[in-house]
């Protein structure tokens, strides 16, 4: 599904506010122990963010890219904005930038994902938390995972995914290395307990 579909999209899939969870076997190394907060499902394909990947630009680097400050004013930023997370929100579109935040800001473009989680791609929310005046909880994602119609469950059928209700404070929670085994935890299981092979405990 490609993100501009998301704007227009009414129809709720099951998938809508759930997370996925990469299974031991999965072959795509892109999704290789990943966690993915799907924002949008319907039968024309998904889409959405994965949340536990780690992404070598800075928010500073964003910022100096955008040409929304120099070099000398990056360095007076205050703390909490120059360690605001990037994440590597999936292999598709990987040079744009995507923000998932709290429902209390609203951006020229923001789309509401869930009652309390909204998804703003146009820079007015960038420069917002770069003021300091942007949502309480926000993360921002370089890319995002998209998947054709039918795709995705045909690979949750061939036990690629395991699938459960998203949390806000795991979509937010910025400690990534062990958010993997965390979100397994949400449904009372360990990676231990998994199997590549599927219908075999």
């Known amino acids: ?9 009414r129809e709720r899939g099951f998938l809508d506010g759930q997370f996925l969870i990469a299974m031991p076997g999965m072959e795509d190394g892109n999704f290789a122990r990943s966690v993915v907060y799907i924002c949008a499902h319907s039968a024309d394909g998904a889409m959405g963010f994965i949340i536990n990947r780690s992404q070598q630009i800075s928010f ?14 990056a360095i007076l930023l205050p703390e909490k904005t120059r360690s605001f997370p990037i994440l590597s929100g999936g292999p598709v579109e990987t040079g744009r930038g995507f923000v998932l935040h709290s429902d209390d800001f609203t951006g020229d473009s923001s789309i509401p994902i869930s009652d309390d989680i909204s998804l703003t791609a ?10 300091d005046r942007g949502p309480s909880r926000a993360t921002m994602m370089l890319g995002y995972a998209g998947w054709g119609a039918g ?9 690629g995914w395991l699938n459960c209700p998203a949390t806000e404070d795991m979509i937010f929670d910025h400690c990534l290395e062990d958010k993997y085994e ?4 949400t449904m009372g299981i360990s990676a231990a ?4 092979d599927a219908g075999h405990a």
């Open 1 to 9: 599904m490609a993100f501009s579909t998301l704007a227009d999209k």
């Open 193 to 196: 307990m998994l199997s590549t």
């Open 60 to 73: 500073v680097d964003v910022l100096l890219h955008l040409k929304m400050l120099d070099e000398h004013d």
């Open 151 to 159: 795709q995705l469950e045909a690979e949750i059928a061939g036990n």
């Open 122 to 131: 146009t820079l007015d929310v960038v420069r917002a938390i770069s003021e």
């Open 182 to 185: 965390r979100a397994l935890a």
